[in-house]
């Protein structure tokens, strides 16, 4: 069955550091990959996505993800982190065909002055 | 893409009584799903609104306990009947077009039961 797993639960950076969330996935075709993002009390919005192509994707607010398929990995990055940017983010794959996402577990981001 | 408006965006209620969430989109689209994000958790998908038939629903989740309509191919609605405290979470609405891959969400309904 797929999955998506995202290793780090909690992350705190500094603003104006550089930033990577992990996420590992496991599925048996070429996967449709996205990243999402939650802040405090608001809905999902799609930070970038990889259906295929160019393995480093760019998102909105200078987010970029590299899809890495010898290592099942949908890293995604940031170089300079802005306090707007604490928030709750989300892996997720589409599976079987449907538009249907399999979300990971979330890493909470915390961003310190 | 789709705005979707979902309402009530909070609601607090008591053990035992029910509760309609409706998700209203401002085009015609193709899939509507809902997901819960139980406090702390990730999402999880309950069902797929099927336009004019049953939804689908995810292992786990049962017709009784999540009834889903869906009218038309801009509207649907998830009760959330006989509930208990356990039911206190974000409920979801998502919508998609066939083929474009990509799920648009809803800001979420948050219900707390008392």
């Known amino acids: 069955a797929q999955s998506v797993t995202q290793p780090d639960i909690h992350i705190t950076v500094s603003e104006g550091a550089s930033l990577e969330l992990r996420c590992n996935y496991s599925y048996g075709a070429t996967p449709y990959l996205f990243w999402y993002v939650q802040s405090p009390g608001q809905g999902l919005q799609l930070l970038l996505k990889y259906f295929s192509g160019d393995t480093l994707v760019q998102g909105i607010k200078g987010f970029e993800a590299e899809f890495k398929r010898s290592q099942s990995s949908f890293n995604l990055r940031k170089p300079s982190v802005h306090w707007s940017d604490a928030a709750e983010y989300f892996c997720a794959v589409i599976s079987g065909g449907y538009n249907k996402l399999i979300f990971g577990a979330g890493t909470r981001l915390a961003v310190h002055p | 893409s789709a705005v979707i408006s979902q309402k009530p965006s909070r609601d607090i209620c008591q053990r035992g009584t029910s509760l309609t969430i409706q998700c209203q989109v401002d085009s015609q689209v193709t899939m509507m799903f809902w997901y819960r994000q139980q406090p702390g958790q990730s999402l999880t998908l309950i069902a797929t609104a099927n336009q004019g038939s049953e939804a689908t629903y995810e292992s786990g989740f049962v017709i009784d306990k999540f009834p889903i309509s869906r009218p038309n191919l801009t509207f649907s609605t998830l009760t959330v009947s006989n509930m208990s405290p356990e039911d206190s979470s974000i409920y979801l609405c998502?919508?998609?077009?066939?083929?474009?891959?990509?799920?648009?969400f809803g800001a979420g309904s948050r219900l707390t039961v008392l």
């Open positions: 998502s919508v998609g077009t066939a083929g474009a891959n990509v799920l648009t």
